[in-house]
Nanobody
Framework: VQLVESGGGSVQAGGSLRLSCAAS???????YGWFRQAPGKEREGVAA???????TYADSVKGRFTISQDAAKKTLYLQMNSLKPEDTGMYYC???????????????????WGQGTQVTVSS
């Protein structure tokens, strides 16, 4: 599976951005997640989604971020609203095979990763 992110940029606090992740290769029996990493911090899970559209979110982004996917286009999205300076970081798209019956936000459980796209939120 190959993943390519796009849509990052710089925005003021309170603004919005929409990230996209194009997937290619063998994508059956996998699900996707978004992760982010701020300078000097560990990578953290932001959101993940099953193929049926069921999502899960980190508490820090609930109510502000929405994960979605277009299966036909093999594209994953992350709509980010009401952005805060603490949302700044490199955002990564990731994929993993199904397992456990639950959506993981643990980066170590994902096998496939994109190169990342930078999001900067200024106050």
């Amino acid at each position: 599976v190959q993943l390519v992110e796009s849509g990052g940029g710089s925005v003021q606090a309170g603004g919005s951005l929409r990230l996209s992740c194009a997937a290619s290769g063998y994508t059956d029996s996998i699900y996707y997640g978004w992760f982010r990493q701020a300078p000097g911090k560990e990578r953290e899970g932001v959101a993940a989604i099953f193929s049926d559209g069921s999502p899960t979110y980190a508490d820090s982004v609930k109510g502000r971020f929405t994960i979605s996917q277009d299966a036909a286009k093999k594209t994953l999205y992350l709509q980010m609203n009401s952005l805060k300076p603490e949302d700044t970081g490199m955002y990564y798209c990731a994929a993993r095979t199904y397992g456990g019956g639950w959506l993981s936000l643990l980066s170590g459980t994902y096998k496939y990763w994109g190169q990342g796209t930078q999001v900067t939120v200024s106050s």
